[in-house]
């Protein structure tokens, strides 16, 4: 079933489809995935869930799961911006949470403890040190600007991207801290509506499955 459009603006945010990563449980940051079939099959329903809004831009991460994601979606020629490619995970990338907390003597949240638990490694993230939440946040909030000139004028925007980057950016939207993002759990090619109540931003629906 279609979303119904909302009389004002919407910054709405669709994460990428599954991939073999997303579906194991480790950690993928700019390690270049393409989709699964099933992942492929979940851009297509959530695209059919988005069918009825209009969108001035629409913006993708310049990594392949997401850009795939909005060309099955509906939405060919996505705005590149690589504000939006996920948290560079550095050592963390590829391992699952599970296998990083053996590694570091206790249960991993990457939201307290940031990606730089381990050292840099060669085999993981190209030995990359990873970033800082601060600067995923960074991230988020020049992005939330630059949606702001188009939703100031009226127009809805569309941002396909990653699990913690839109995590984050929801917390940039809503101006809090983005630990919070620990508790906005999102799953994928689910998508999220970011809007406007009694002259406040608010989150009008989250993780809303590509079952719609």
């Not at 709405?12 to 073999?20: A, I, N």
């Not at 590149?80 to 249960?107: F, I, N």
């Not at 799953?187 to 989250?206: D, P």
Request: aromatic content about 6%.
């Amino acid at each position: 079933m279609p979303l119904v459009p909302s009389k004002d603006p919407q910054l709405v945010l669709l994460r990428h489809g599954e991939t073999e990563w997303s579906r194991s449980g480790q950690h993928t940051g700019r390690t270049d995935l393409p989709l699964t079939p099933d992942g492929e099959e979940q851009a297509r329903t959530a695209g059919r869930a988005l069918a009825a809004l209009d969108f001035a831009v629409v913006y993708s991460s310049p990594l392949q799961r997401a850009r795939r994601t909005a060309e099955i979606a509906g939405h060919p020629d996505p705005v590149t911006d690589p504000d939006l490619a996920e948290w560079d995970y550095g050592p963390v990338d590829g391992r699952s949470s599970a296998e990083v907390g053996d590694l570091v003597g206790h249960e991993f949240q990457i939201f307290d403890d940031g990606v730089r638990v381990l050292p840099p490694d060669p085999a993981h993230g190209d030995g990359r040190p990873g970033e800082l939440l601060e600067d995923v946040a960074a991230r988020a909030r020049r992005f939330v600007e630059r949606a702001d000139a188009t939703l100031d004028d009226g127009g809805n925007v569309l941002a396909v991207a990653h699990g913690h980057l839109l995590r984050v950016l929801a917390t940039a939207w809503l101006g809090v801290d983005p630990r919070y993002g620990a508790r906005l759990e999102l799953g994928t090619a689910a998508i999220c509506l970011l809007g406007y109540g009694h002259q406040l931003r608010t989150i009008e629906g989250w993780n809303l499955p590509p079952t719609l």
